[in-house]
């Protein structure tokens, strides 16, 4: 046998816990009965809280089958949305209870503004009167913002906002388009690259139908 193996089994006491010595000495430590049971308690306490936080997750998750994205303004009332547009007329929204509504904040310097424009037109084409439509600026120029709306034929009264109707919907960018009931709720909101069909499809989810020539009704 070495040296060293000798002096290894022959030096030191031994270790806390570990055969009958660690019993013997009175002092149980982490590995003896009442360490166990602590340890159990965490476990449980530890599988508990992840179990309710798992559980609040479930119940606050946003309904899979609902189109369109998350908003805090969705299942409420529009927020107040009116003004004296660019051509002079006056806009209410809360005119226009009893119909669909849209209402997309914009720029003219946007790029994906530019992109989903075309498919507002033609929603506004399809639709005509059944569906009242307004544009709110968002940091833009009036001069721009009507340029911008005769090149691209878009016909619906646009409002001038001081950041006021923005930071009511809670907008942090554009586009954003919300979908208004004709209750005057907020049932969906939209971003980037919105099309005509996705807002038939949507009006279609909350009840509203849609004609084969576009126009819409309230539903029952």
């Known amino acids: 046998m070495s040296p060293t193996t000798t002096a290894r089994r022959g030096s030191g006491q031994p270790r806390r816990g570990a055969g009958a010595g660690g019993s013997d000495s009175g ?3 982490v590995d003896g009965p009442q360490g166990g049971r602590h340890l159990a308690r965490t476990v449980a306490i530890v599988v508990g809280i992840l179990v309710v936080a798992l559980i609040a997750l479930l119940a ?6 609902a189109p369109g994205i998350t908003s805090s303004v969705l299942g409420k009332a529009v927020p107040a949305v009116k003004g004296t547009a ?6 209410d929204i809360d005119d226009h209870l009893g119909q669909w509504a849209l209402v997309n904040f914009f720029g003219s310097w946007c790029a994906p503004c530019h992109a989903e424009q075309p498919e507002l037109v033609k929603f506004a ?7 009242s439509m307004v544009g709110v600026m968002y940091r833009d120029k009036a001069s721009d913002a009507e340029s911008f709306y005769a ?3 878009a ?12 930071i009511s919907f809670g907008v942090t960018g554009v586009p954003e388009t919300y979908l208004v009931d004709p209750n005057g709720q907020v049932v969906a909101k939209f971003e980037a690259g919105l099309t005509a069909s996705a807002l038939d499809q949507v009006i279609r989810h909350f009840g509203g139908t849609t004609s084969s020539t576009g126009s819409t009704s309230t539903g029952s």
């Not at 084409?125 to 569906?131: M, N």
């Not at 016909?155 to 923005?166: E, H």
Request: overall charge negative; glycine content about 14%.
């Open 155 to 166: 016909t619906w009264p646009i409002l001038n906002d001081d950041g006021t109707t923005a």
């Open 27 to 29: 002092d149980p430590g």
């Open 125 to 131: 084409r399809e639709h005509g009167d059944s569906v």
């Open 86 to 91: 660019l051509d002079g007329t006056h806009y």
């Open 60 to 65: 606050t998750r946003p309904d899979a089958d």
């Open 151 to 153: 090149k691209t034929g």
